[in-house]
């Protein structure tokens, strides 16, 4: 048996007995140093194996698990990891980690430290000096890095097929992606003003808030009151085609309050809605209508706290599954229960904008555009061109017309045959395009105008009058630009250009986009003086395509309330009512539940109390109410039964004229008319 294996065996006997007070000592010499002085080693200490010329002398077998490992080094897929890396590792580990004893060994640990840095660092000297023979003079630590990272590529390599690098964020998202961090205004606010500015009087309320659940639509306020679940819900009706369509219940609570809300509105009182709200504050419908209420008188900061407290509450009804960003959630508009989400959307998005967040307005845009894309009931593609600009969104009004011009023909609509172009215009404008992307944007922005001015050359002179810039008297006499120009265009081209021109006509009043709107201009008068065939196409496609506007186009004008626009609206729809929590409904409206009837007062012949229901449409005497109702009807009226009493008293002060009647003279009056 050789000297080191019989040394190894009496190190182990030794290992296995009691250790003495100074025992905690590490030693580390070659081997020949060892072989000299193996008689005066002490009895604890062992030796380690298998390290060349190297040695370490411990006290405790179980140090050696990790000498071992750090000597051998471990392997990787049948390569070994370099040894330096390891032995660093292993240094940080063992400097984070526990805390020796504390009672007895306390004198003994204040001492092994020095050794243990003395002997460490002896053996740091003999790892460089071996590392300094295998490597070239002029290495350094970095290169045992390299060698790390080329190791891990192996081993990524020897794994399988490397993966396809993932496409940049830009690209993989919807053109209708939600960003949440863009629908809370806060964030563009910060971006003007400072978050100082902006938050400065919001951190110490929101500490006190005690609000359910955060929301990403609109941040509850302390003003409001506290909520409570109105019975309003939402439920998953089917997945098809990675699409999800979603649906909003009413409970029959709820139920009861839209019933009592649709005779508040048809009493034409709006104390009637605050009424309902004091007892149910979280109603959505009643929270629309009475925001109009007022708006109207000019109350702003009002109506826009009660469109963000109906959100609050439809946002707190959400189905788990349904999602703000993912662009795959659906709404029907043809359901009642639907349409009050819509509405507050967009009724936010006019607060956001006129509060000067366009960026903001234009991401809420997007959210209403992708809950019905393909039948936009809203008509969101009329708006979504003017926030792009305003936003300075360029790239993405780009990006939209290229991928749906395709298959939704968007060029067709005025808003977009000028914004597009006008979009182009201004990334050519910007100090940091590239040289050789300058040319063909400024380009293709005055052959997109060329086309717009061919295709709807009514929008010309109104847009000089809006922007209060006389035009050339040859483009002012011509007869493509002329005063004919506008009075041929059908009535649904009137009333689009009419939208876009009372939104988004201050877009051009700039010196440099009136400049360039005039090349374009005289470009286009000599393509109609040399008879281009494209001028007489663009005509006939104008008197087949714009004949009638359909309904959503209608919908969106009323709630535009341009005034241009909504005077360019056909009588069929001007005459008829339009209410401000449901405006033009869809002819195919799917209900889920019926309002019930009312028996007419007119077939009882009952002049008096035809006489309150047209004060009051929701007067109801005791022969009318419903046979198997009574009770029902009871509790639909009681919130109304005192407004009725003070209407009855004060009829009964009314005083009627009777000519038959003796009356005194006036004074005045007893001249006579012949």
Known sequence: ???????????????????????????????????????????????????????????????????????????????????????????????????????????????????????????????????????????????GLEDIDRILERIEDSGGPRRPSPQPLSARRHVLYVEHRHLNPDTELKRYFGARAVLGEQRPRQRQRVYPKCTWLTTPKSTWPRYSKPGLSMRLLESKKGLSYFAFEHSEEYQQT?????????????????????????????????????????????????????????????????????????????????????????????????????RTALEYCKLILSLEPDEDPLCMLLLVDHLALRARSYEYLVRLFE?????????????????????????????????????????????????????????????????????????????????????????????LVSLYLGRSHFLWKEAATMSWLEENVREVLRAVDAGDPAVGECES?????????????????????????????????????????????????????????RLSPVSRGNTIALFFRSLLPSYTTEGERPEDGGAEGLDRNQGLNRLMLAVRDMMATFHFYDPEAPHEAHAEGDGEWD
Not at 457 to 467: H, I, K, R, S
Not at 479 to 485: C, E, I, K, R, W
């Open 403 to 495: 991928e749906w011009e395709a298959h939704r023909n968007l060029s067709q609509l005025p808003n977009f045959a000028f914004s597009v172009p006008l979009a182009y215009f201004l990334l050519s404008q910007q100090a940091d395009l590239p040289d050789q992307e300058l040319g063909p944007t400024r380009e293709k922005a005055s052959l997109l105008l060329r086309q717009a001015l061919t295709m709807f050359p009514g929008v010309l002179m109104p847009l000089l009058e809006y922007c209060s810039v006389r035009p050339d008297a040859a483009v002012a006499g011509h007869h493509f630009f002329g005063p004919s120009a506008e009075i041929s265009q059908p009535p649904a081209l009137r009333q």
């Open 258 to 358: 839209q019933h009592k809300f649709l005779a508040a509105v048809e009493s034409m009182e709006p104390n009637n809605i605050v009424v309902l709200l004091q007892t149910s504050p979280y109603h959505v419908d009643s929270l629309l209508q009475l925001s109009d209420a007022c708006r109207f008188q000019d109350d702003q900061e009002m109506a826009r706290d009660l469109v963000e407290r109906a959100l609050y509450s439809m946002e707190c009804a959400f189905h788990p599954l349904f999602s703000l960003t993912s662009g795959a959630c659906r709404l029907d508009y043809r359901r009642p229960e639907n349409r009050s989400f819509y509405l507050a959307l967009y009724k936010h998005l006019s607060f956001l904008e006129k509060r000067g967040c366009p």
């Open 1 to 143: 048996m050789s000297r080191r294996a019989l040394r190894r065996l009496r190190g182990e006997q030794r290992g296995q007995e009691p250790l003495g007070p100074g025992a905690l000592q590490f030693g580390f010499r070659d081997d020949d140093d060892a072989e000299e002085e193996g008689p005066k080693r002490g009895p604890g200490a062992r030796r380690l194996r298998g390290a060349g010329k190297e040695g370490v002398q411990v006290n405790n077998r179980f140090e050696l698990i990790n000498i071992e490992d750090l000597e051998e080094g471990p392997v990787v897929n049948g390569e070994s990891l370099p040894t330096d890396a390891v032995v660093s590792g292993s240094k940080r580990r063992s400097q984070s980690g526990g805390a020796g004893p504390k009672k007895d060994g306390e004198e003994a640990g204040r001492a092994a430290p020095l050794e243990q840095s003395s002997t460490s660092g002896k053996l740091r000297k003999k790892k460089k000096k071996q590392k300094n023979k295998k490597n070239a003079p002029g290495e350094t630590l970095e290169n």
């Open 541 to 597: 496609r104008r008197k087949v395509l714009y004949q009638r506007a359909p309904r959503n186009i209608h919908r969106h004008v009323i709630l535009s309330e341009i005034k241009e626009a909504v005077a360019a609206l056909p009588p069929d729809v001007t005459t008829q009512s339009v209410m401000g929590f449901d405006p033009l409904p869809p002819p195919d409206t799917i209900y889920s539940y019926t309002r019930p009837e």
